[in-house]
């Protein structure tokens, strides 16, 4: 009978069965008689032991030398195994080497953080980092399913662009045929023009900012997916973010368990932030409550890091704090129906310390008003000509926002720092590998 060759993952529909995996040696232990070789193959990772007793001398003597991230065939027979975390083991019966390996740098002892980010191409082959990006691929997964459901369309926003919306600090810039160009840092001014042809669309795409301050939750290249929708206010586009990460959360405790107990994240505090709704809160309160416990905050500021991380610990769980001032806001949000200062605008804090993941808005949709803003921002009209277009031509109530993909992943997964949330992280000291 020919044997077959599966994926660690499925071994537990194979029990007591013979069957051939190719994986990677991750680490090795043993004594005089026995052999345990901790093996992954991408798919997940369990135990595979040599017993010296049942196979020939030569292949034990094989199996004691092998060398770490070494790839083989390994052939045997799985057995259930309620001591190992992954449930199965393999009792081998033959090893066939594929590649070997040799001198490893990244050993079973600790090493710094700076050394596994210099080595992030042979990093992400172990435990920690499998389980957070297993658990960003079921956010991006979920992503598509989210908004396939709600009838919205994937609309690509360019990565090379003539303009800044946000503003001229934080900008790469790069030469275009002799003019100048500038790497992304949000798709939101193409999605309105998007949301006026399809109605309601997403972007989903990598975005720059030249971030020069060094935190925990700036990258200089993340993901963002930035929905838009047409005749859309603000209240339902807040339903729809609440409800939108309540569905990616469930996805992951759905689908991500092994990956969560890897991280050993809290899947009870998870399910709990799968409740809604989120409390809303005014930037007015917020203030009053930030001052009632001791910080000092004027109205007009934007948040820093303690200040969100306080807002979202009061509430235990994400909140949404609406109607900034205008100040500090883009200059395409919409204006307060009764007040000058502030914008009908929302940022979602995440509890525990994860910060802002989302920031949204109802858009202005009068043209005088934002072609007299885009002036004031000192924003060349020349530049936005097309999207007061868009105020034409139709123009429509819209709301939409963006949500940073690494905020969420981190947020979720429970990391300490954005880093570890993305493959190969871009920050102000790291471009390599
Ligand atoms: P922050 O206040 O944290 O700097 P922001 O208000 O500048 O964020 P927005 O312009 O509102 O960010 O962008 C929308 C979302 O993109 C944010 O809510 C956040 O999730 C994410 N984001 C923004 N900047 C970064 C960054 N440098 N690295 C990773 N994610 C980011
Ligand atoms: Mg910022
Ligand atoms: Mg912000
Ligand atoms: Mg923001």
Do not use: C
């Not at 991230?69 to 975390?85: K, M, N, P, Q, W």
């Not at 020069?212 to 929708?229: A, C, G, Q, V, Y």
């Not at 919409?334 to 804090?349: C, F, G, I, N, Q």
Request: net charge negative; charged share 25%; proline share 4%.
């Amino acid at each position: 009978q020919e044997i077959p060759t599966i994926q660690i993952i499925d071994a537990k529909n194979y029990v007591g069965q013979t069957v051939k995996i190719g994986a990677w040696l991750r680490q090795k232990r043993g004594s005089g008689k026995l052999a345990f070789l901790q093996l992954r193959d991408g798919s997940a990772f369990f135990q595979a032991v040599v017993v010296k007793a049942d196979i020939s001398e030569a292949l034990f003597e094989l199996a004691k030398n092998l060398k770490q991230e070494t790839s083989l065939y390994v052939t045997g027979e799985i057995h259930e195994d309620a001591r190992s975390s992954f449930g199965y083991e393999m009792a081998v019966s033959n090893i066939e080497i594929i590649g070997e390996s040799h001198d490893y740098p990244i050993t079973p002892k600790e090493h710094g953080t700076d050394f596994l980010f210099d080595e992030r191409h042979l990093y992400l082959r172990h435990l920690k980092p499998f389980a957070t990006l297993k658990i960003r691929n079921t956010l991006i997964a979920a992503t598509y399913e989210f908004f396939n459901n709600e009838g919205f369309t994937k609309l690509d926003s360019p990565l090379l662009t003539g303009s800044a919306p946000e503003g001229t600090t934080d900008l790469f810039e790069t030469d275009y045929f002799g003019e100048s160009a500038f790497l992304s840092q949000t798709g939101q001014l193409y999605a309105e023009a998007g949301a006026m042809a399809f109605g309601k669309v997403f972007t989903f795409g990598p975005t720059f900012r030249a971030e020069k301050s060094k935190t925990r939750r700036h990258l200089t290249e993340f993901w963002m997916i930035e929905p838009e929708m047409a005749f859309m206010h603000q209240e339902e586009s807040l339903v729809i973010q609440e409800r939108y990460i309540s569905f990616l959360i469930s996805k992951v405790l759905e689908k991500n368990e092994q990956e969560l107990d890897i991280l050993k994240r809290d899947k009870d505090l998870l399910q709990s932030y799968t409740e809604l709704p989120y409390p809303r809160v005014s930037y007015d309160d917020a203030i009053k409550l930030l001052q009632e416990n001791g910080f000092d905050v004027e109205w007009g500021v934007d948040f820093g890091s303690p200040e969100e991380t306080f807002l979202a610990n009061h509430f235990a769980k994400p909140v949404f704090i609406v109607n900034f001032p205008k100040a500090i806001k883009a200059f395409y949000m919409k204006r307060h129906a009764t007040r000058e200062d502030v914008v009908v605008s929302a940022d979602l804090l995440a509890p525990e310390g994860y910060g802002e993941i989302i920031g949204g808005s109802e858009r202005d949709t009068d043209y005088d008003y934002l072609k007299q803003r885009i002036e004031e921002e000192g924003l060349s009209l020349e530049e936005y000509g097309w999207y007061l277009d868009l105020r034409q031509y139709g123009s429509v109530p819209h709301a939409g926002f963006g949500l940073g993909l690494e905020r969420l992943v981190t947020f979720v997964t429970g990391e300490e720092h954005i880093r570890e949330a993305i493959p190969f992280p871009r920050m102000t000291n790291r471009l390599r590998p």
